[in-house]
């Protein structure tokens, strides 16, 4: 059952899926809109507040995603659109006025204000950048006001978090610097901490992080910038920096022992880390996370693993998952696929593997069905109805709330995808 | 513009799904962009159903909007009644089609597919999720079932069960208790809907000599439909409560002919004597808010004042359908109902009366917790904990007998709270011997289900009270002395004063037993 683990040779075949055709699909996609990154943005922006300018669906969404996890008084909320807006009857300036002051006042703590667009207000054509401006003006210097959209006819899922840093980077400041390197993508701060920690180790300085935690420390932006994605999903932010003159430095994401160290590499590289102290930085945290990660080899290896698409996320976490730990692919499905930042998790997957891009959800069901995949990687909606056609799944959305990147985290990553195995083997009895 | 941080109700499109979701061949097919699939979670995750809705949405992008999202619609369609095979369809739009305006209804016309296909127009703009379920079965009702005065040959002991809903707040188990309770009375169940219906159940919707009606929110306005095309009476009385059973039951009696003496007689529930025993002493006049659907608060203001002997202090609804009946239960009592949608209102009125418990819903939960009140919660919106895996209905004697126990726990873990907090300076009592309540507060971030329940824990004294009051404060015998401390620091409060003296104290009993 469980194939022996080999090591994959250290220099991965120049063309993997590089070249490979990619199934696109163009039909129902069972997907959440760029709404949902509220919920993990707002725990991460710690003065912000996310203000969608919707409809009742889009509280309810948010509500939905977020509402089992949250106890406390959100830092997000809904002005909704109602018929009187609508029809004309109400000044739409006038009423989100209104809002947003009986927001300010109920939130003295709050330092930045994202007036987040939806379906509805993207449809009428809401200016919301023209009512960002506006709101500035108004609550300046207390409040930041910035815009960005989340609706789902523009953005699926985590491309929310791309429009809100993309935003972000308009708004930064210009570095004046000598050079500088910026983490990109929302990251916790657990592991934002260990990612520093290793910098400082390899001599690397002046590393910031978008977004920061706080809303007035958000890293200044200029053409000495270089900066690192740490997340797959972040097309408009990247090239809303390159537009300020920073460089990307191309990397495979910091996924697993091999991905965070290929990361890690790509900066040391250009900051002209030496091989020893690179050597000295990182070869702990590489072997603690081998070592973590030995520990799921025997549930995992030789399992084939089914992705539907959600986060983005899901090229990286197979490579991780075959590469680290001999997992099989089956199709590994993705909202989006950006080539150009994705080409060294491309080059890493093996040929022959099904991509596919968008969605036909009844035909990807078929598909996953007709497969029988050992484990199913698929949104709220479609997992309990395959649990109980008898496939063990693994909620996606838990890849995007969980800390998984860097060397500490990559014995949770692999128990993410272990635990609903070993769940199966548990209450096989039932 | 309306500023919502949570929502009591969703989209009326979600409750066109909550008739689907509860119907078995019955598809809907849903005008909407990508990310209103979301509404599938609900009821995969917090009902755990075990397949997905029958829904098939467009998932419309931006880049589809210059093109044809209207052939988009009709292949959707097409595409559905071509794998599901459903015998019904229902079709309509979510909030951002409807501002695109498509017709789905005319365009699923257009297909002439060989089953019917009822078009649904839900303003999303103007109403919310429970008027959308209740249109949603008003039209397949009205589609579906044939129009049939002639009431003749039906038997006179039947009747038709209808309201219950996938995503309801247990209408599972409520629809297990009522329809027991009937056949015990000996009346045959002749279609329930929408809960696991087929629109072929809903064609002989008229074989029923009457129609029980279980949730009005949902099934009312289809009632009134048969009740004047088909000739079927209709229940008026909501079976929750021991007052509400009885009354139900000599209802179903006049409606059916059959003579309800004997049921009445084999009452069965515990309510009655375990409110009446002393242990219940002190929830007499324990001073209650109320708020949540109007089919549950109506019921509840009944129970919390014959049944329990409360005070009910407060009530309110956002079923804005249903304020008429709750402003008149209000006026009866002396006081205003609140009828919103905007949890900062109920939040701002609770803070106001202060209650001594919350009957009310999730939302009323997380206030009650940041106010350090008790709260049980009687109403939807559903959260996971609504759907438990034991038997737990509302509804009839077994109804009543949750209820109890439902309500009446948030205020004995208060009491329990107080023994310890008595206790304390004993040896058995130090702290790490503390009640479970105290450990699981210490378990912050991570939000314990047992602890969020029973938010009654011991609050430390605040800065304010000179120590000679504080010492008076603790001669009070315990079992008040949280109620005198509360009143006596709203009454400084409200006076303005800086400390707390022995002499407020007083001041402050003899204002409060006014």
């Known amino acids: 059952m469980n194939l022996p683990f080999r090591v994959p040779a250290s220099e991965p075949s120049a063309k993997g899926c590089v070249d490979q055709p990619i199934l696109r699909e163009r039909g129902q996609r069972e997907v959440f809109c760029g709404l949902t990154g509220i919920v993990w943005l707002h725990r991460k922006i710690q003065n912000a507040f996310f203000l969608v300018v919707g409809s009742r669906t889009c509280a309810h969404l948010i509500q939905s995603a977020a509402g089992v996890m949250i106890f406390a008084e959100p830092r997000f909320a809904t002005a909704i659109i109602d018929e009187r807006d609508l029809a004309g009857l109400a000044d739409i300036d006038d009423e989100l006025d209104r809002v947003v002051n009986r927001l300010l006042d109920r939130r003295p703590d709050i330092e930045m204000l994202f007036l987040v667009g939806s379906c509805p207000s993207e449809v009428i054509k809401l200016d919301l950048k023209r009512a960002a401006q506006r709101l500035s003006k108004l609550h300046l210097p207390r409040v930041r006001v910035l815009n960005y959209s989340g609706s789902g006819i523009e953005t699926t899922f985590t491309q929310g978090e791309d429009a809100c840093l993309a935003a972000l980077v308009a708004d930064a400041l210009p570095d004046t610097k000598p050079a500088s390197l910026i983490v990109v993508g929302a990251l916790s701060d657990v592991v934002e901490d260990q990612f520093n920690r290793i910098f400082a180790q390899m001599g690397v300085e002046n590393v910031g992080f978008l977004p920061a935690r706080h809303a007035g420390s958000m890293p200044a932006v200029g053409p000495e910038t270089r900066y690192l994605l740490a997340q797959p999903f972040l097309n408009d932010t990247a090239r809303a920096l390159d537009e300020l003159g920073a460089k990307h430095l191309p990397a495979p994401f910091p996924l697993g022992a091999n991905g965070t160290t290929a990361w890690l590499k790509a900066a040391a590289d250009y900051f002209g880390v030496s091989d020893e102290r690179f050597a000295l930085a990182t070869e702990a945290g590489h072997k603690r996370a081998e070592k973590a990660l030995a520990a799921h080899r025997e549930t995992l290896t030789g399992k084939s693993i089914f992705f539907f698409p959600d986060s983005q996320l899901e090229l990286p976490l197979a490579r991780f998952l075959h590469e680290e730990l001999g997992m099989q692919l089956v199709e590994v499905g993705t909202p989006y696929l950006h080539r150009q930042h994705l080409r060294q998790e491309l080059e890493r997957l093996p040929a022959g593997t099904v991509l596919s891009e968008g969605q036909d959800v009844d035909r990807q069901l078929d598909r996953c069905r007709e497969a029988k995949p050992d484990l199913v990687v698929c949104g709220l909606g479609l997992a309990n109805p395959l649990e109980a056609e008898g496939f063990s799944t693994k909620w996606s959305i838990e890849l995007v709330f969980t800390p998984i990147q860097g060397y500490d985290q990559a014995g949770d990553l692999a128990g993410l995808f272990a635990r609903p195995l070993n769940r199966q083997a548990r209450l096989g009895g039932l | ?514």
Not at chain 2, 346 to 373: F, Y
């Open chain 2, 1 to 514: 513009m309306q500023l919502t941080l949570w929502t009591y109700e969703g989209p009326p499109h979600v409750g066109a799904m909550r008739i689907a979701t509860a119907m078995k061949g019955l598809h809907y097919v849903l005008h909407a962009p990508q990310g209103d699939t979301y509404a599938d979670l609900l009821f995969t995750m917090i009902e755990r159903r075990n397949v997905r809705p029958p829904v098939t949405y467009t998932t419309f992008q931006a880049r589809d909007l210059g093109g044809d999202t209207a052939e988009l619609f009709k292949n959707a369609c097409f595409e559905a009644y071509e794998r599901f095979k459903p015998e019904a369809m229902i079709v309509g739009a979510s909030c951002t089609a409807e501002l695109i305006q498509d017709d789905p209804g005319g365009l699923a016309q257009a297909l002439a597919l060989p089953i019917p296909v009822v078009p649904l127009e839900l303003p999303s703009y103007q109403k919310k999720e429970n008027w959308g379920a209740s249109e949603t079965f008003y039209r397949i009702v009205r589609a579906l079932c044939p129009a049939n005065s002639n009431p003749s040959n039906r038997n006179p002991k039947s009747c038709n069960i209808l309201g219950p809903t996938a995503l309801g707040f247990r209408h599972r188990d409520d629809l297990n208790e009522i329809r027991r309770l009937l056949e015990r009375m000996g009346v045959t169940v002749n279609v329930v809907a929408p809960f696991d219906a087929r629109p072929s159940d809903i064609a002989r919707l008229g074989d029923a000599a009457f129609n029980v009606i279980l949730y009005p929110e949902i099934a009312e306005n289809a009632g009134r439909w048969l009740e004047k095309n088909c000739a079927q009476p209709m229940t008026s009385i909501v079976p929750i409560g021991i007052g509400g059973t009885r009354d139900f039951i000599a209802e179903v009696g006049r409606l059916s002919g059959i003579d309800t003496a004997e049921i009445l007689a084999e009452e069965t529930s515990r309510l009655p004597w375990y409110s009446k025993s002393v242990d219940s002493t002190y929830l007499t006049g324990k001073r209650v808010f109320i708020f949540g659907d109007a089919t549950h608060v109506l019921a509840a203001e009944r129970m919390a004042r014959t049944e329990f002997g409360f005070d009910v202090v407060g009530i309110g609804t956002y079923s804005r359908e249903y304020a008429r009946q709750v402003r008149e239960a209000a006026a009866r009592l002396g006081i205003e109902a609140l009828i919103t949608d905007d949890y900062l209102d109920v939040e701002a009125r609770i803070a106001e009366l202060h209650p001594e418990l919350i009957l009310g819903t999730q939302m009323e939960r997380h206030i009650a917790k940041r106010l350090g009140l008790p709260c049980a919660v009687i109403s939807a919106p559903v959260h996971v904990q609504d759907f438990p895996a034991r038997y737990s209905p509302q509804m009839g004697f077994e109804g009543a007998n949750v209820i109890f126990d439902t309500w009446v726990h948030p205020l004995m873990m208060g009491l329990e709270e107080h023994l310890i907090h008595m206790f304390r300076d004993d040896a058995e009592f130090h702290d790490g011997a503390s009640s479970h309540l105290s450990h699981a507060t210490k378990k912050a971030p991570m939000p314990d289900p047992v602890a969020e329940l029973h938010p009654v824990a011991a609050v430390p004294l605040e800065a304010g009270w000179a120590p000679e009051a504080e010492k008076e404060l603790k001669k009070i015998p315990f079992f008040v002395r949280g109620k005198a401390k509360r009143n006596t620091e709203r009454y400084a409060h409200d006076l303005g004063l800086a400390m707390i003296t022995i002499e407020t104290l007083y001041d402050a009993k003899a204002h409060f037993s006014r």
